[in-house]
């Protein structure tokens, strides 16, 4: 019979514990009759138990070990209190580890029983430390927990107890992305750079799990508060275990009972919750925070707005992130003239969509400043817009965080110093503030910034005429030759007509004759990183590698002759990495691509790639989700042919594919001319001559 409490597994985990397809973990449930049995879930999505499906594996030479990070994600998944309570109870045994480690050691040789009985005082002397009196955090002690600590701290002497508790935060939050609304860490760093250097003391009046406070370097105090009592217990530990900072954590409404009325900190950096209507318009029609004035019904960010000002010291600088309404909405336009007129708003920077959730606006950071009595006024409003620095991205793309940094640090810094920034047609300037008290007090940078030289300026117009004309010329010499018909001319027969036997990728992988290995996008600073949008646009890797975690043994880089596939859309697409950077080679493989490295004794890259893109060869590897179509590259399926034929294969998909990249920059090329003189002859730069 089954004890109480152990940890269940989905198939997806059990595909992620076998490091296979999820369609591989089916396969065995229909093929094998001695496949564990389901112990929970529901008919569509079961779960199995992890020691059951652990010793399935082992016994099949399909798993050596259920890797430690994985098994500690399990116990916190079948935690009787939920993944919550689990991260809970796990982060504040960690914080023992981490500031307690003699008595942790003390406490670990104990047997079970007495270390149960014993923990509690040891924790919570360790929390009140950190955390001061009445912090948030609230373990309740369930059934198996000494296990599931036990396990977490040989986690944590392998990782640190930081990176231990962010890899099963990481995990619960990437299992869970609906239920919570995170601020990036691109974000989360740019904000902490604008708060400056030297802050000691800060706060975030709607912290969720942290991120912005964790961006921060050298803070002393951090006050962290947030309406959900998880969420406020979460990014407490998550702070203390960041650093050494003090954390005073609170769980309330800020804007209804805020936990630090007589705090004056150095910054507030916060991502508050936006379009709320119930923020607390009636019962709050009198507080003294509304300096600048009461905020309508609808105006619940520019409530957020007065409670950071109200929490700074005098100079103190606070950032948030807002939803580009906020700026423009007429209900809220006499508070933002006098945000102005007082010299208390100092920046508004537009964001490229998809920089932060909710991804299909593009949001804002506001930067504001508590005018110190008898400071002087500054004349004039940084406004910037970082759009343009990702012309081509998808909506949802993650944005260019590096050069969005970069490009808003430099103006920010030069405008906080001087008053003044060079100006940048289309990205930035400094606004007169009278400028902006009109009728509607907008403050959306794009309305105000003068707009960029057409295509560039007519220099840049011809010279990307004659590109055009060039790449025109080399997809016309390029044009594949009319086909021909399967069977016929002097040439071998083709696979149609011999019908070769057909072998899959997986195969082929469990041959030896190619490794196949799924990316993770993370890696050192500075590696560029291949992303599925460049795969199927043909641009060069584009992305940034995020810092490694404890689930990413290694960093998985491209080298020439590797076949990347992307494993999510419903769009067949196929990279042959060459020497050439701009393919690939030297950079980081990233999330939802697979990387196929053929043997070339055995395989041709190119006619490997060929055959991987064709239509109904995806179509048959293909399932699909509720909201995406997911490719199982092990089912793909190519001829078996000797290496002369695949080389002659090779040679002719490699041209269809120069043919392929010619098109893509002529229709590039092409749609950069036609805007240019768009914008040029609106704005008078170009005649109609």
Known sequence: ?????????????????????????????????????????????????????????????????????????????????????????????????????????????????????????????????????????????????????????????????????????????????????????????????????????????????????????????????????????????????????????????????????????????????????????????????????????????????????????????????????????????????????????????????GAAPPYGIPLQLWVLRKPAPGAAVPAGLLLLDTAGLDPDGPAQARAPWPDVRDAVLAAWTAYDRTGATPETPGVSRVVPVIELLDDDVDLTPARHLPPPAAGGGLAELAAVRDRLDATLARAARLTPPPATPAGTGPAPAQPAAASPSQTTVGELARAGALLLRAGTGTGTDGLPVLTEYDVYAGTAPSGTAATPGPDTAETLLAEPGDVVVPVVGALSAARVVTEDPASGAGAVIGRNLQLLRPDPAALDPWFLAGFLRGTANTRRASSHASTATRLDVRRLQLPRLPPAEQRRYGARFRALAEFEDALRLAGRLGEQLVQGLYDGLSDGSVTPQ
């Open 1 to 353: 019979m089954l004890e109480e409490n152990v940890p269940e597994v989905t198939a997806a985990e059990i595909a992620r514990l076998a490091g296979v397809g999820r369609a591989a973990v089916s396969n065995w449930r229909r093929r094998h009759p001695g496949f564990p049995k389901p112990v929970g879930g529901t008919e569509t999505s079961p779960s199995f138990a992890l020691p059951e499906v652990e010793a399935w594996l082992r016994a099949q030479g399909k798993l050596a070990e259920v890797p430690l990070r994985e098994r500690v994600w399990q116990q916190v998944t079948a935690h009787p209190g939920g993944a919550v309570a689990a991260l809970v109870e796990a982060g504040a045994a960690l914080l023992v580890v981490r500031d307690r480690p003699a008595r942790w050691l003390e406490l670990a040789a104990l047997p079970d029983d007495r270390l149960a009985e014993r923990l509690p005082a040891v924790r919570d002397e360790a929390l009140t430390a950190r955390l001061g009196a009445g912090h948030p955090v609230t373990v309740r002690p369930a059934a198996g927990a000494v296990t599931l600590l036990r396990a977490v701290a040989e986690l944590a002497a392998g990782l640190g107890a930081r990176q231990a508790f962010e890899f099963l935060l990481g995990r619960h939050l990437e299992a869970n992305p609906r239920q919570y609304t995170l601020t990036p860490e691109g974000c989360a760093d740019l904000m902490a750079g604008l708060a400056g250097p030297g802050v000691r003391t800060a706060l975030d009046p709607a912290c969720g799990t942290g991120s912005p406070l964790r961006a921060l370097a050298g803070a002393t105090v951090l006050h962290a508060q947030d309406a959900s009592p998880e969420l406020a217990a979460l990014a407490a530990l998550r702070l203390a275990l960041h650093g050494s900072a003090q954390v005073r954590a609170a769980a309330a409404d800020s804007l209804r009972a805020d936990a630090f009325p007589d705090a004056a900190v150095d910054a507030v950096l916060c991502h508050p919750p936006f379009n709320e209507r119930n923020w607390g318009h009636e019962e709050l029609a009198y507080d003294p925070r509304w300096e600048y004035g009461f905020p309508a019904r609808t105006e619940s960010e520019l409530a957020w707005i007065q409670h950071a000002l109200a929490r700074l010291r005098e100079g103190g600088t606070a950032v948030l992130l807002m939803p580009p309404a906020a700026a423009a909405r007429r209900s809220g336009r006499r508070i933002r003239a006098d945000l102005l007129r007082r010299g208390a708003l100092r920046a508004v920077v537009s964001l490229p969509a």
